[in-house]
């Protein structure tokens, strides 16, 4: 059974870093687009990053380009997330997805497998 298995979250002062992994296992997810979403206590959950199995398409929320980066180890089906200058606003449940296809996307609802989520809490 696909499984797909959060880790890397916790509590860490803003301005400072974390790096979540997601790890796949009972199936091969090397040709899968995977994914990152978020979900904050009473909003709704939210597209933060995504890209495809070689890495050459990537996709990333607005609010986190250029201090969060997704990248993927096909080898160890395992994909990751660092977060670089961590905000209070960052503060939710992160969920890694994966979608059978080539093409990232950022919606929820085109997206399989998902994890169980980790939570990250950034302080003032």
């Known amino acids: 059974q696909a499984q797909l298995v959060e880790s890397g979250g916790g509590l860490v002062q803003a301005g400072g870093s974390l790096r979540l992994s997601c790890a796949a296992s009972g199936r091969t997810f090397s040709s899968y687009v995977m994914g990152w979403f978020r979900q904050a206590p009473g909003k709704e959950r939210e597209f933060v990053?995504?890209?495809n199995w070689r890495g050459?398409?990537?996709?990333?929320?607005?609010?986190?380009?250029?201090?969060f980066t997704i990248s993927r180890d096909n080898a160890k089906n395992t994909v990751y997330l660092q977060m670089n200058s961590l905000k209070p606003e960052d503060t939710a449940?992160?969920?890694?997805?994966?979608?059978?296809?080539?093409?990232?996307?950022?919606?929820?609802?085109?997206?399989?497998?998902?994890?169980?989520?980790?939570?990250?809490?950034?302080?003032?």
Do not use: F
């Not at 050459?56 to 201090?67: C, F, L, M, Q, T």
């Not at 992160?94 to 929820?108: D, G, L, Q």
């Open 56 to 67: 050459g398409s990537i996709y990333y929320a607005d609010s986190v380009k250029g201090r």
């Open 93 to 124: 449940v992160y969920y890694c997805a994966a979608r059978p296809s080539m093409i990232p996307s950022i919606y929820e609802y085109e997206y399989d497998y998902w994890g169980q989520g980790t939570q990250v809490t950034v302080s003032s």
């Open 49 to 51: 990053a995504a890209l």
